[in-house]
T-cell receptor
Framework: DAGVIQSPRHEVTEMGQEVTLRCKPISGHNSLFWYRQTMMRGLELLIYFNNNVPIDDSGMPEDRFSAKMPNASFSTLKIQPSEPRDSAVYFC?????????FGSGTQLSVL | GDSVTQMEGPVTLSEEAFLTINCTYTATGYPSLFWYVQYPGEGLQLLLKATKADDKGSNKGFEATYRKETTSFHLEKGSVQVSDSAVYFCALSDRRGAGGFKTIFGAGTRLFVKA
């Protein structure tokens, strides 16, 4: 099994640009999570899906952030427009139950 | 809402020293508790878990006991190695009915082990 696959691994963009982060969960896992990691705030839960349905998006910081899961094998996290304070590592994780399996993350830098 | 609080780091120890990283939680239900570890440049990996009160999770010499009375899940290891240097996260997972499990994490504690 290839594990949770995130792309891109690194993203550098300019303020105001749209950014799309992608995640392919492990096959058979019915839950998918998006987290953001920063030095200041640690690991924050942004949103999670169960059976492709968004269950809790209370951690999404503002309307600039949106997430979709069109099918069981793909999810996106979009930031539009991006701002320098969005710079962080964004992790996707999938789970068949309570145990989370993390991807390697996307390092986002907004200049 | 649910929350996890763990001791601030960094924690610096010499090889073979005893390790304790404190973790306490607040939750409305009966969560499962976890410790995850993150090595540089990688995502988090599950280290150990406990699903109910008085359960002890253990793995690779690390242990933690689910203490409901003190709402704690402290991580311990009797003799650390340089290879244990990493960031350790305490987490809780609470069932949301048909909505699966919601997992939240503490801020993480960085551990440095010197040779």
């Amino acid at each position: 099994d290839a594990g949770v696959i995130q792309s891109p691994r690194h993203e550098v963009t300019e303020m105001g640009q749209e950014v799309t982060l992608r995640c392919k969960p492990i096959s058979g896992h019915n839950s998918l999570f998006w987290y953001r990691q920063t030095m200041m705030r640690g690991l924050e839960l942004l949103i999670y899906f169960n059976n492709n349905v968004p269950i809790d998006d209370s951690g999404m910081p503002e309307d600039r952030f949106s997430a979709k899961m069109p099918n069981a094998s793909f999810s996106t996290l979009k930031i539009q427009p991006s701002e320098p304070r969005d710079s962080a590592v964004y992790f996707c994780a999938s789970s068949p139950n309570e145990k989370l399996f993390f991807g390697s993350g996307t390092q986002l830098s907004v200049l | 809402g649910d929350s996890v609080t763990q001791m601030e780091g960094p924690v610096t120890l010499s090889e073979e020293a005893f390790l304790t990283i404190n973790c306490t939680y607040t939750a409305t239900g009966y969560p499962s508790l976890f410790w995850y570890v993150q090595y540089p440049g990688e995502g988090l990996q599950l280290l150990l878990k406990a699903t109910k009160a008085d359960d002890k999770g253990s793995n690779k010499g690390f242990e933690a006991t689910y203490r409901k009375e003190t709402t704690s899940f402290h991580l311990e290891k009797g003799s650390v190695q340089v290879s244990d240097s990493a960031v350790y996260f305490c987490a809780l997972s609470d069932r949301r009915g048909a909505g699966g499990f919601k997992t939240i994490f503490g801020a993480g504690t960085r551990l440095f082990v010197k040779a």
